[in-house]
């Protein structure tokens, strides 16, 4: 079930009527049930649905177990967390990198690949760190084994996160499963709001954008490295709006069951340093690296060294995370050795920054250093666009190879045709344009759109509610609209 269809819509109003007109007690049990028709209805899930009952009841014993031994027993309490993350990763690993690990090993052997025929179940990456990470909050103490198995099994098929998240905690989410809620009108209809805005953004910007980047990808060949790095440019944002529309209309669905539910975004591309830029993006699957793998590392307790190993090591993995290629694996190793030399500069780039005319001068000096970083980050993410829009690694390095080449034709007449061959119609600018503006000035208040919209006068809300309505309506592309993070 799309996010962004009628039926996620009528899907949502029932689902939410019915939430606050039965009795408090049977809501958990309600809310289960939802998810679990919400994942059912889903494309290609039903077949397996076991799977999620399964990684359920497992990590609903696993959990108690590692709670009833003795913390005496560090070594017991050690091999049973071990034993369940393994047991809890053996289907991740399975349906999502069986073929990669396959295709590595005939490389090596230079055998024969036959791909198994396998489809990655949806959310399984999702749910599967969610309840790895139940398991080691409950090995830390920071999370007391929960008794009703309907609030595990609640916490990992969460409908709003399955998808694609954010990646959430035990400690934040399991006190709200168990509390009763009562209805908040203020924070009905933020959420309301905010999966509007997230449906709007969507369809009208990040629908927009890939069908411009789509046939740049699709077709390298042709084209030089203006309309290259133009199309590189727009994947980074069109990325971030798409995973942020999908975050907004997550957490404002959750919003208006009375959840609250983690922000994964804010305003990434305000950063003025590579480290600072993966502290606002995807928060929950950063932090739950930190905390969960870094940290048990060694974080940066060990020295300097040791500690950009770590980062390296993290960045890599989270490649990997996101896809069995190597095009993903490389672009977490460029992301991780960017942030390790972005932190073993910072001083020195600190004394060189006194000698650069900008520096006093705050707002071009800002601007300077966010373009830098924000550049950066595109240049490392063209593996990973390569990836999802194109055919993976060889389309990487061709992009990369033809960047300096045609710039010369940027003042022409054929540039203009070209911009308007690849789908840039006037139409589609100044809805780009116009559509972009509004998100940024949302953002420079930063502060959740749900928050912010409960602060507009009741005059200008209602035009703003019509006018979304009306963008997505007629200047959205309302074709094949899944999110991109959905495949992860």
Request: charged share 15%; aromatic share 18%.
């Amino acid at each position: 079930m799309d996010f962004v269809s009628v039926a996620y819509i009528v899907f949502l109003a029932i689902s939410c009527l019915l939430y606050y007109i039965m009795p408090k007690a049977a809501r958990p049990v309600w809310m289960l049930a939802c998810s679990y028709v919400f994942y059912v209805y889903s494309a290609d899930s039903a077949k397996f649905i076991w799977l999620l009952l399964g990684a359920s009841a497992l990590v609903y014993i696993c959990a108690l177990f590692i709670e009833l031994i003795s913390k005496k027993h560090t070594a017991w309490r050690k091999v049973s967390l071990a034993a369940s993350i393994v047991i809890s990763l053996a289907p991740l690993v399975y349906y999502k990198y069986a073929n990669f690990a396959l295709s590595i090993y005939a490389d090596i052997t230079h055998g024969k690949f036959s791909a198994l025929k396998l489809a990655v179940p949806m959310g399984i990456s999702y749910f599967i760190l969610m309840g790895i990470g139940y398991l080691i909050d409950v090995y830390r103490d920071k999370q007391r084994a929960v008794r009703n198995p309907v609030y595990v099994a609640l916490f990992l098929s969460f409908f709003p996160c399955i998808i694609a998240g954010p990646i959430e905690r035990a400690p934040h989410m399991m006190p709200q499963f168990c509390n009763d809620i009562t209805f908040d009108y203020n924070k009905f209809t933020g959420g309301a709001f905010r999966v509007l805005w997230g449906m709007a953004k969507k369809l009208v910007i990040s629908q927009n954008l890939s069908v411009i980047i789509s046939a740049v990808y699709g077709h390298m060949t042709y084209y030089d490295g203006p309309i290259l790095l133009l199309a590189s440019i727009m994947f980074s944002y069109q990325l971030y709006i798409d995973f942020s529309a999908l975050s907004d209309i997550a957490i404002g669905t959750g919003a208006m069951f009375g959840f609250d539910i983690m922000e994964n975004f804010t305003r990434p591309f305000a950063a003025q340093t590579f480290s600072d830029l993966w502290r606002r993006w995807h928060i929950s699957l950063s932090t739950w690296f930190r905390d969960y793998l870094y940290f048990p590392l060694g974080g940066s307790r060990k020295g300097k060294a040791r500690a950009y190993i770590n980062q390296i090591i993290i960045f890599t993995v989270s490649g990997l995370w996101h896809g069995a290629s190597f095009g993903y694996v490389i672009w977490g190793f460029i992301n991780g050795i960017f942030l390790c030399v972005g932190k073993a500069t910072s001083k020195l780039r600190a004394k060189i920054d006194k000698y650069n005319p900008l520096y006093y001068f705050k707002y071009p000096r800002i601007i300077l250093k966010s373009f830098i970083t924000f550049m950066l980050f595109t240049l490392a993410f063209i593996f990973f666009c390569a990836e999802v829009t194109a055919n993976g690694i060889e389309d990487a390095f061709y992009l990369y190879a033809h960047l300096f080449t045609g710039w010369e034709t940027i003042f022409t007449a054929s540039f203009a045709d070209t911009l308007v061959a690849i789908g840039i119609t006037e139409q589609v600018k100044w809805t780009l344009l116009g559509g972009i503006a509004l998100i940024e000035g949302f953002e420079f208040i930063n502060e959740p759109s749900n928050k912010i919209i409960r602060r507009v006068p009741l005059i200008l809300r209602w035009p703003l509610y019509i006018s979304l309505i009306l963008a997505i309506a007629y200047l959205g592309n309302l074709g094949v609209s899944s999110f991109i993070y959905g495949r992860f």
